[in-house]
């Protein structure tokens, strides 16, 4: 399929070339997540799966496939298994963080309550086992399982170290890719799998996920500094006002002085965060050049990605999954 890329988002020229079987997996996932005997399922679960995100993890699943040759049904079945285990984990993420809003819209905590959104991302979770088990791939099974356990163990972490200034980069590296890059690579390993291909291939599809999903988290934290909110659906200084330790904070925590450390601890660790302090953040940010660090780190998991990549067949969809992992980290330069 010839495709502008000049002129389309790589995400966008991807989502182009696997149309078709991204119009299989929108049926699949609406039919499985009816529920005959609880409307309010479909009700929670349409409003976020609805909600006009990119598809980008079973977008990953899809391509991974078509880049080894598969001809099957079974990567749409585990596109849409992506899917549900990713609507899942934000259910239950934006009641953990009493988020108010999800892509510029009401989160579904707030619109029904907390219990039926616990409950639906349960019942997801249940739906992605099973669509899972259709494929008859035992490794399948344990990618995606272990993936959804790395998920929830890194959302646990989190819990307890996103206030901590013991909190290393070893250990936010840790959450990133137990939050974000866990499923990224389950998706671009799952398809490689039923495809057949050698395990050196599904290794490269593995790291390539991986590192693709770490670069993705780490310039997201960095977009709460110096993003546009309108670009980027946050106000600056969201994460601070929330008192995530991200990677910038991490490291200027381990630059600052004695005077630094304590503003730190006052505004993250004890949350007593006045006015001009977001201010004096940025101003430390900057002092220390934790902004531009942070950016060279995700252009080094750029890197990582793209020579993953290197290792699979040439193909239109190879040229589209690194211009897609460049275009990730485009959005700070």
Not at 90 to 99: G, K, M, Q
Not at 180 to 193: H, P
Not at 235 to 261: H, Q
Request: hydrophobic share 45%; net charge negative.
């Amino acid at each position: 399929m010839g495709l502008d890329h000049a002129a389309t988002k790589p995400h966008e020229a991807l989502a182009s070339h696997l149309q078709g079987k991204l119009d299989e997996v929108n049926v699949l996932i609406r039919e499985r997540m009816a529920s005959r005997h609880a409307p309010r399922i479909p009700e929670v679960t349409a409003h976020l799966v609805e909600a006009g995100g990119k598809r980008l993890r079973p977008m990953l699943t899809l391509a991974a496939a078509d880049l080894c040759g598969y001809a099957g049904r079974d990567d749409v079945k585990l596109a849409a298994t992506v899917e549900f285990i990713h609507t899942a984990t934000l259910l239950h993420d934006d009641v953990v963080d009493e988020s108010a809003q999800r892509r510029g819209r009401p989160t579904a905590n707030l619109l029904f309550d907390n219990k039926s959104s616990v409950l639906t991302g349960d019942y997801l979770f249940a739906r992605a086992f099973q669509l899972m088990v259709e494929t008859g791939s035992l490794t399948v099974l344990d990618i995606l399982s272990n993936a959804a356990a790395t998920i929830a163990e890194g959302e646990v972490l989190q819990l307890t170290a996103s206030r901590s200034l013991k909190t290393t980069e070893e250990v936010y590296l840790q959450i990133v890719r137990g939050k974000t890059a866990a499923l990224f690579s389950a998706a671009t390993e799952v398809g490689g799998v039923i495809a057949g291909v050698s395990d050196d291939q599904v290794q490269a599809l593995f790291d390539y996920g991986d590192a693709l999903g770490i670069a993705f988290q780490i310039v997201d934290d960095l977009l709460d500094y110096q993003g546009d909110a309108k670009a980027t659906g946050k106000n600056v200084g969201d994460d601070f006002r929330e008192r995530k330790l991200t990677l910038p904070v991490i490291k200027a925590v381990a630059l600052a002085d004695e005077s630094e450390r304590a503003f730190w601890a006052r505004t993250i660790e004890k949350g007593d965060q006045r006015d001009g302090d977001l201010d004096e953040a940025l101003r430390l940010l900057n002092k220390h050049g934790t902004l531009e660090a942070t950016r060279e780190d995700a252009l080094q998991w750029t890197a990582k990605a793209n020579a993953a990549m290197a290792q699979l067949p040439e193909h239109p969809v190879r040229d589209m999954l690194l211009a897609l992992s460049d275009y990730v980290v485009s959005r700070i330069r």
